[in-house]
């Protein structure tokens, strides 16, 4: 998989989640990078929606992850931003999230690259050209 999104709303970042939310299975991870502002957790908020979640998907960044049950599949959902090493995840059991029976969601993924396993999908974010623009590249990284 090798898909190209781009987005010009908040909406349109959410239905962007939503969609691709239809081809997740128990197991996936999900490893998001990007700039703060560039969409990442409206994206999730779309993959939780997907999953027919009824409460939003928040950024987990002062509890590092935030776990969404009674949906299509339960989501676990990362934030690195203040991870200062793989240890931290060791800690709160992150190999019983990735390797359970929902889907792993990890925004600032590239702090914590080496440790994640493949395959995985990449969903890479970035500013476009306007003001509300946002640019989606999502891959599926294999072994």
Known sequence: MDLRINSNSVEETIIAGEKF???????DIIEITGEIGSGKTH???GIAKGFNFKRA?????FTI????IGGKLPIYHFDCFRIKNTNEL??????NYLFGDGVSVIEWGEVVE???PLPRYLCQ????????????KIKKLEK
């Open 90 to 95: 060791k800690e709160i059991g992150i190999d």
């Open 125 to 136: 974010f970035s500013y476009g050209q306007k003001s509300n623009e946002r640019l989606i």
């Open 43 to 45: 994206f999730v908020k």
């Open 114 to 116: 080496e440790f994640l």
């Open 21 to 27: 939310s239809n081809n997740l299975i128990a197991g």
């Open 65 to 68: 992850v935030n776990e969404y």
């Open 57 to 61: 998907a928040l950024s987990p960044t």
